[in-house]
């Protein structure tokens, strides 16, 4: 009796364990430094995660492309190399065209608001642009411009002839269109291939382009708010089918319109930040453009919205309709570039 006893009160003191959900612990991959706000963005979404799953999900952010490349991140995470990534789309002309409407020039004005305007927006066209991986959020970075080397670059026709490292395919084609060569480089290699005269210049945010140390190279500043840079957290989709409902539930809310804003916000402040820090060292000549030069950008900027257009046409999207819903949904947000 004793004995029947003593193995209820077994069964009873560990049948909670058995109910539980199985722990995960996530490999968390980007490749910026460990510096740069991404990280703590990254590491606070593991921690709301770990917090909404009842501690079951953990997780470890690896920065500074520890697993992998920065142009293989959304493959690492349909490969399972990385259960979480980091993802330029840009990075890979071609391969992601709707989501390339997040890069056409002066179309978003805020980070925080265009990285919550973009997210919502891009949530439906996701699911079959990017159906390899789970998707989690897009965001943007604040609204930058062209910095340079060898000449300041005022009009679109100042690009003609320097070599540029584009931030993105939006920003390539434009270069192309200028009659600039653009020169391909991962962000962590920009500061070295200007320093060897490989690039002339380059498309970067403020705060970013002092970070990784280009503003030692550069000398020539544009203060417009010329680009964004659209950007993704992805998931791979093996590990997310293999939890629980109530583990989805804790990623899925943190995969949300909301938290698109706070990564944005806080990558945004780091940037804006960025101009201050350039304009107070010596040898950089930052400038604004007047409302003539900025008119000359906008006119020369026209035709990527029809390349932009024609690729998301190809991949099955309505490119009137989709970009009329995006700037709806930046204006919803107070995002949209005047």
């Known amino acids: 009796m004793r004995r029947a006893c003593l193995a209820l009160l077994l069964a009873a003191s560990v049948s909670p364990a058995f109910a539980q959900d199985k722990t995960f ?36 952010v690896f920065p500074a492309q520890q697993l992998g490349k920065a142009f293989d991140h959304y493959d690492m995470a ?3 190399i990385a259960d979480v990534t980091y993802v330029n789309p840009g990075y890979q002309p071609g391969r992601f065209p709707i989501v390339g409407a997040g890069e056409l020039p002066f179309l978003i004005s805020d980070a925080k608001g265009g990285s919550m305007g973009l997210d919502a927006w891009y949530r439906k066209y996701a699911e079959k642009e990017m159906k390899d991986v789970k998707y989690c959020l897009a965001f943007v970075h604040s609204p930058s411009s062209f910095h340079s080397k060898t000449k300041k670059i005022v ?23 200028l009659g600039g060569t653009n020169v391909q480089s991962s962000a962590p290699e920009v500061r070295d291939i200007i320093e060897r005269g490989v690039a002339d210049g380059v498309t970067f945010p403020w705060g970013s382009l002092v970070l990784f140390g280009i503003d030692k190279v550069t000398k020539y500043d544009m203060e417009a708010p010329l680009y964004t840079t659209t950007f993704v957290f992805v998931i791979n989709k093996d590990k997310y089918n293999a939890m629980s409902d109530k583990q989805k539930a804790a990623i899925d809310k943190n995969c949300s319109t909301e938290m698109a804003g706070v990564v944005g916000e806080h990558w945004g402040k780091f940037e804006d930040a960025g101009v201050d820090k350039v304009k107070a060292e010596a040898g950089h000549e930052v400038y604004k453009l007047t409302p003539e030069q900025t008119a000359a950008w906008k006119k020369a900027a026209d035709p990527l919205v029809k390349t932009w257009g024609d690729g998301a046409k190809k991949a099955g999207a309505d490119p009137d309709a989709a970009l009329s819903e995006l700037k709806a949904s930046l204006k919803k947000y107070n995002a949209l570039a005047e």
């Open 78 to 80: 349909r490969d399972g």
């Open 25 to 60: 612990d996530l490999k968390v991959s980007h490749w910026v430094p460990a510096s740069h706000p991404l990280q703590k963005s990254l590491e606070d979404w593991v921690a709301a995660v770990n917090k909404d799953s009842g501690g079951t999900i953990t997780g470890k």
């Open 155 to 177: 009009m679109p026709e100042d690009v003609k002839g320097l070599k540029i490292r584009p931030a993105h395919a939006t920003m390539a084609n434009f270069v192309t269109s």
